[in-house]
């Protein structure tokens, strides 16, 4: 099973980014898979999230309106597109497969669990 993030890296405030996450080694259709983001000193997050089986999607207010989360299911892979970046945005952003409807990568309160993790693509947005 793997999960691989790339698109990460050094951009201006205002600017955009489109990170990837490939899925292998598993079927993807069964899986939701989410977006989270930890940056240094602080708790990771969740950002946002889609269900591959009926395309629904989800997003951190702090992130909603300013990134897109989509998926080719004929690929296997799962884009986060991400546009007028700010400072803030900054962190490693991880992908993850889970089978509760993005419940565990939105709602993490509940407790449910991650399937599978990537090892995380950085973001850094300069002021």
């Known amino acids: 099973v793997q999960l691989v993030e790339s698109g990460g890296g050094l951009v201006q405030a205002g600017g955009s980014l489109r990170l990837s996450c490939a899925a292998s080694g598993f079927t993807f259709d069964d899986y939701a898979i989410g977006w989270f983001r930890q940056a240094p000193g602080k708790e990771r997050e969740g950002v946002s999230c889609?269900?591959?089986?009926?395309?629904?999607?989800y997003y951190a207010d702090s992130v909603k309106g300013r990134f897109t989360i989509s998926s080719d299911n004929a690929k296997n892979t799962v884009y986060l597109q991400m546009n007028s970046l700010k400072p803030e945005d900054t962190a490693v952003y991880y992908c993850?497969?889970?089978?509760?409807?993005?419940?565990?990568?939105?709602?993490?309160?509940?407790?449910?669990?991650?399937?599978?993790w990537g090892k995380g693509t950085l973001v850094t947005v300069s002021s």
């Open positions: 993850a497969a889970e089978t509760e409807r993005c419940i565990a990568t939105m709602i993490p309160i509940r407790g449910a669990p991650i399937d599978y």
């Open positions: 889609i269900s591959s089986s009926d395309g629904s999607t």
